[in-house]
Nanobody, 123 residues
């Protein structure tokens, strides 16, 4: 069974950057598509980004295209979310997810979820 642990959240000023990490357990990490979701107070959880098992296929929410980059290092069983040009509306708890394929991740149908890490962007 896969366990996911997010890290890297924190407080940053608007325009700044953060890099989130999600460390996964198991020896089949490269067979999973991985992704990120976020949930702001009073809002539904929304898709942010996803990457295929090999990292060659990526997908992003329109709200983060050009600012966020998802990548993965399968040798380290870790997926990253580089967040640049952060805006106050990016403030949310960010969750890591693992699933079969990118489209499955985007649909919120990941089989495994992390506990979340808080990202707060001040104006």
């Amino acid at each position: 069974q896969v366990q996911l642990v997010e890290s890297g959240g924190g407080l940053v000023q608007a325009g700044g950057s953060l890099r989130l990490s999600c460390a996964a357990s198991g020896r089949t990490f490269s067979t999973y598509a991985m992704g990120w979701f976020r949930q702001a107070p009073g809002k539904e959880r929304e898709f942010v980004a996803a990457a295929s098992g090999g990292g060659s296929i990526t997908d992003y929410a329109d709200s983060v295209k050009g600012r966020f980059t998802i990548s993965r290092d399968n040798a380290k069983n870790t997926v990253y979310l580089q967040m640049n040009s952060l805006k106050p509306e990016d403030t949310a708890v960010y969750y890591c997810a693992a699933g079969r394929v990118v489209s499955t991740i985007r649909a919120g149908l990941g089989a495994y979820w992390g506990q979340g890490t808080q990202v707060t962007v001040s104006s």
